[in-house]
């Protein structure tokens, strides 16, 4: 029996060695580009955001494991191939760019009292991290948000992305674009399953989302442009 919690311990230990091991490694990597203290806050607020999935997705009582990171791309948590009903889909979606929204506000918040540019840089980061997220596309948060409310609103996020892309070339978009297409074609042409659960989202259920989810892209766009607007040229 002991062998056995041993054994437990182990697998868990291993589990949070390994999340904080990828955190660490795209820090360094970070660093070699962008100096140590902007690449720690960047990493710090992409894990404030996976822990708003993380907690929203304990709440639902949902199997979830620890954030893991990759450099360049971002991260995850992993809800072990769960298949989740679309309102589920939106919380544990939308509790990632509420919470790293708010840990992107407190580090501007600390920037102006201290007045101090790099913690500006790395809100701004925060602030455009948590918008991009929000592009109405699967597999970005806001992708699953949207759907509670209709999957075709996931139409407007191709155009919103070859728009980005076209602004700031990236692959890491145009993996996400491989990604999208698909299910936005499939919406597009009104051949999207509807699974029975999405039924159960009431009137009042989608407007709550569509309001949070407009709320918070509102809110980011003018914090991001303003934080923009204060950084040195």
Same mark, same amino acid.
Request: proline share 6%.
């Given at each position: 029996? *002991?062998?056995?919690?041993?054994?437990?311990?182990?697998? &868990?230990?291993? *589990?949070?060695?390994? !999340?904080?091991?990828?955190?660490?490694?795209? $820090?360094?990597?970070?660093?070699?580009?962008?100096?140590? /203290?902007?690449?720690?806050?960047?990493?710090? %607020?992409?894990? $404030?955001?996976?822990?708003?999935?993380?907690?929203?997705?304990?709440?639902?009582? %949902?199997?979830?494991?620890? +954030?893991?990171?990759?450099?360049?791309?971002?991260?995850?948590?992993?809800? *072990?191939?769960?298949?989740?009903?679309?309102?589920?889909?939106?919380?544990?979606?939308?509790?990632?760019? %509420?919470?790293? !929204?708010?840990?992107?506000?407190?580090?501007?918040?600390?920037?102006?009292?201290?007045?101090? =540019?790099?913690?500006?840089?790395?809100?701004?980061?925060?602030?455009?991290?948590?918008?991009?997220? %929000?592009?109405? $596309?699967?597999?970005?948060?806001?992708?699953?948000?949207?759907?509670?409310? !209709?999957? &075709?609103?996931?139409?407007?996020?191709? +155009?919103?992305? @070859? #728009?980005?892309?076209?602004?700031?070339? !990236?692959?890491?978009?145009?993996?996400?674009?491989?990604?999208?297409?698909?299910?936005?074609?499939?919406?597009? /042409?009104? &051949?999207? +399953?509807?699974?029975?659960?999405?039924?159960? #989202?009431?009137?009042?259920? &989608?407007?709550?989302? @569509? #309001?949070?989810?407009?709320?918070?892209?509102?809110?980011? =766009?003018?914090?991001?442009?303003?934080?923009?607007?204060?950084?040195?040229?």
């Amino acid at each position: 029996m *002991k062998a056995l919690l041993a054994l437990m311990m182990a697998g &868990k230990l291993g *589990k949070v060695l390994f !999340s904080a091991g990828s955190m660490l490694l795209s $820090v360094a990597i970070y660093a070699q580009l962008f100096g140590w /203290r902007y690449a720690a806050g960047f990493v710090l %607020l992409l894990l $404030v955001h996976e822990m708003g999935h993380y907690i929203a997705a304990r709440q639902r009582g %949902l199997d979830v494991g620890l +954030p893991t990171f990759i450099p360049f791309v971002g991260a995850w948590i992993n809800l *072990k191939n769960q298949r989740l009903d679309p309102e589920t889909a939106a919380f544990v979606g939308m509790a990632g760019p %509420l919470l790293g !929204s708010t840990g992107a506000f407190v580090v501007y918040l600390a920037a102006l009292q201290y007045q101090l =540019t790099w913690l500006l840089a790395i809100a701004y980061a925060g602030f455009v991290l948590n918008l991009f997220n %929000l592009i109405p $596309v699967v597999p970005l948060d806001g992708g699953h948000v949207v759907a509670v409310i !209709s999957p &075709k609103i996931w139409i407007i996020g191709i +155009p919103l992305l @070859a #728009a980005l892309f076209f602004w700031r070339p !990236s692959p890491l978009l145009i993996v996400v674009a491989i990604l999208a297409v698909p299910r936005a074609w499939a919406a597009f /042409r009104g &051949k999207l +399953p509807v699974p029975p659960e999405s039924l159960l #989202a009431t009137r009042t259920l &989608k407007i709550r989302y @569509a #309001a949070e989810y407009l709320g918070l892209v509102c809110f980011l =766009t003018l914090v991001a442009f303003e934080v923009h607007s204060q950084l040195p040229r």
